[in-house]
């Protein structure tokens, strides 16, 4: 194989206790449902099984909502031998004797590194204390931790950030985004996995038509109705298959995402399968 998909993101939820402008899963309140321990269980063994995923890291939406799940993930993929990480916009740390009970939770359970989100849209939702706490726990305990921050320059305009933000952002021609500039579809080296078992390459473009595991290793980008244009020309080029089908382009686009993502939405009806599930929609 030309690749090989080492990494797994667990999307955790579509919930989260933000309704950021920029988010590309549509991140809110109210998301339903996120994934049970059995779920974790089970994705985690089937990943295991492939024997090329060597790390998987948990986020959402905001992962933390489900904080026992977070732990148990931890615990199980540690025992099945996949390194953990995980994702959390520090939300819940409503004291510093909580976020230090967590984190030593969480290394002991061996969690191998931990991003915290925070900038100009999450601040808006959470006070920047919260962070700043949790980075201090963090390094007291020894734990790895960064923090993710966002400038309107690094925001890719897919989910939310397409409806909210590209509006407001100098627009490109379509026949310019011709490169997808984030995510390597031909030889990816992970992926998203959500609740319903869909793998996404991108977040709403799902490696295949079913969730099943082995397409870990048997994907082929080539045979994909969707990446196939994508890899032939970009966003432009499956804006030209699309367009056979009825899509008109806007007159321009605040980047490659944002093209990427407008001709997704029009083409979901015929290829309900590999582009979803609704919550990745705004649906």
């Given at each position: 194989m030309s690749h090989t998909i080492s990494g797994v993101h667990f999307l955790i939820t579509y919930a989260c206790s933000s309704q950021c402008d920029h988010c590309f899963v549509w991140g809110a309140p109210g998301r339903g449902p996120g994934m049970g321990v059995a779920d974790v269980d089970r994705f985690l063994d089937q990943l295991a099984a492939t024997g090329s995923v060597r790390s998987v890291c948990a986020e959402g939406g905001e992962a933390f909502l489900h904080y026992e799940v977070v732990l148990h993930f931890t615990r199980r993929a540690t025992r099945l031998g996949l390194a953990p990480s995980a994702l959390t916009n520090a939300s819940w740390v409503t004291s510093r004797?909580?976020?230090?009970?967590?984190?030593?939770?969480?290394l002991a359970a061996g969690l191998t590194s931990l991003g915290v989100s925070t900038d100009q849209w999450h601040r808006r939702y959470i006070p920047l204390a919260k962070v700043e706490t949790l980075l201090e726990v963090c390094a007291a305990a020894g734990l790895q931790a960064s923090r993710m921050e966002t400038s309107l320059e690094g925001v890719m305009f897919r989910g939310r950030a397409a409806h909210r933000l590209a509006r407001d952002?100098?627009?490109?021609?379509?026949s310019e985004l011709t490169t997808c500039p984030h995510e390597q579809l031909t030889a990816p080296s992970r992926v998203h996995l959500d609740r319903y078992g869909r793998l996404h390459l991108c977040q709403g473009l799902n490696l295949t038509d079913a969730p099943r595991a082995e397409a870990l290793v048997s994907y082929d980008p080539a045979a994909h109705p969707i990446v196939r244009?994508?890899?032939?020309?970009?966003?432009?080029a499956l804006a030209r298959f699309a367009a056979d089908l009825g899509f008109q382009p806007a007159p321009g686009y605040a980047d490659a995402c944002h093209l990427c993502y407008c001709v997704r939405r029009f083409l979901r009806s015929r290829f309900p399968a590999l582009l979803g599930p609704d919550e990745m929609y705004g649906a």
């Open positions: 004797g909580l976020a230090e009970e967590r984190v030593a939770e969480l952002r100098p627009l490109r021609p379509a244009h994508l890899a032939d020309g970009g966003p432009h």
